[in-house]
């Protein structure tokens, strides 16, 4: 089996508590590592560089699109945002799972590039739930709200792309839904393939011996 790490490519709308289940789903998997991101903005008060991102110049970023070592990068209110490809690799290959926290578009665009990455969809229990989510945390318009519903519905209806779905209906059984789904993905066909052509090779030399 290969003993590498995946990629593990990580959506849902917002308020669906991403990152709440995350967190728990890491303090019960070692394995899982959350990606950094490179940005070209200026660090914020208490954001710490290779922790919270890999802070370098606008020209470090371009330089690292053209010689395409970014997984995906997007721009934003002038600023650059990205996944470096040398951080991935480097915890793919200690055994590290990495979890890339991205929107859908993007996810799909790296499913495109890492055929091999896992795409896990995080779902609410209801569109109502989820509104009663946003509407709940007291710290957007109406506006902005109706904004990330419409939003949310999108990417909603993108989840059948993705390998695995999770409802997080309650905290602590989505965090264990989401370590199932990365322990389950030990077993799909396309992580294997190392072993099975290996498998297939040592078939054809003990036919070979045997004729």
């Not at 849902?12 to 899982?32: D, R």
């Not at 070209?40 to 470090?60: A, H, L, M």
């Not at 970023?61 to 970014?70: S, Y």
């Not at 506006?143 to 792309?161: S, T």
């Amino acid at each position: 089996m290969n003993k590498k790490g995946r990629l593990i490519v990580y959506s849902g709308p917002s308020g669906v508590g991403k990152g709440t289940v995350i967190k728990e789903a890491m303090k019960k998997e070692p394995s899982l590592v959350m990606s950094i991101s490179a940005t070209t903005r200026s660090p914020r008060e208490g954001e710490e560089d290779g922790v919270n991102y890999f802070f370098i110049t606008k020209e470090q970023f371009e330089k690292k699109i053209e010689a395409n070592e970014m997984l995906e990068y997007a721009q934003y209110n002038g600023n650059f945002y990205g996944t470096p490809k040398d951080f991935v690799r480097q915890k793919l290959e200690e055994g590290k799972n990495v979890v890339l926290e991205i929107e859908v578009q993007g996810a799909l665009q790296i499913r495109e590039k890492m055929p091999e990455a896992l795409l896990i969809f995080l779902m609410p229990p209801s569109f109502e739930e989820l509104k009663e989510r946003l509407v709940g945390r007291h710290t957007e318009t109406k506006e902005q709200i109706k904004g990330r519903l419409c939003a949310a519905k999108r990417e909603m209806k993108e989840a059948v792309k993705y390998d695995f779905i999770v409802i997080n209906d309650k905290v602590e059984k989505a965090s264990l839904d989401i370590i199932a789904c990365v322990r389950a993905a030990s077993f799909l066909e396309r992580f294997n393939h190392d072993f099975i052509n290996q498998q297939n090779d040592d078939n054809n030399k003990q036919e070979e011996i045997l004729l």
